[in-house]
Nanobody, 114 residues
Framework: QVQLVESGGGLVQAGGSLRLSCAAP????????MGWYRQAPGERRELVAR???????NYADSVKGRFTISRDNSKNTVYLQMNSLKPEDTAVYYC????????WGQGTQVTVSS
């Protein structure tokens, strides 16, 4: 079973930046489109960024221009660079395939203070 490990979250002031990482030890995800998701309290989990195996990216309108997804297939790792953070970005962030096919990890908490 694939075990996803997210890291890099924390508490940051509005306008700040964070870089999230997601590793999938023991797996080769080079051929999978990967995604970063987030879930705020009381809300459904949503896909905010997606990257194909070839490196093409897509973003939710709410994060477009502020977040950047990237991947390093040699390290089985996907990243999310988050800039100009807003309080509404506060959520637990998860990675998974773009279709959410693997078991969900613990996620990493991102809290943005105003």
């Amino acid at each position: 079973q694939v075990q996803l490990v997210e890291s890099g979250g924390g508490l940051v002031q509005a306008g700040g930046s964070l870089r999230l990482s997601c590793a999938a030890p023991g797996t080769i995800f080079a051929f999978n489109a990967m995604g970063w998701y987030r879930q705020a309290p009381g809300e459904r989990r949503e896909l905010v960024a997606r990257i194909t195996s070839g490196g093409s990216t897509n973003y939710a309108d709410s994060v477009k221009g502020r977040f950047t997804i990237s991947r390093d297939n040699s390290k089985n790792t996907v990243y999310l660079q988050m800039n100009s953070l807003k309080p509404e970005d506060t959520a637990v962030y998860y990675c998974n395939t773009a279709q959410g096919l693997w078991a969900w990890g613990q996620g990493t908490q991102v809290t943005v203070s105003s």
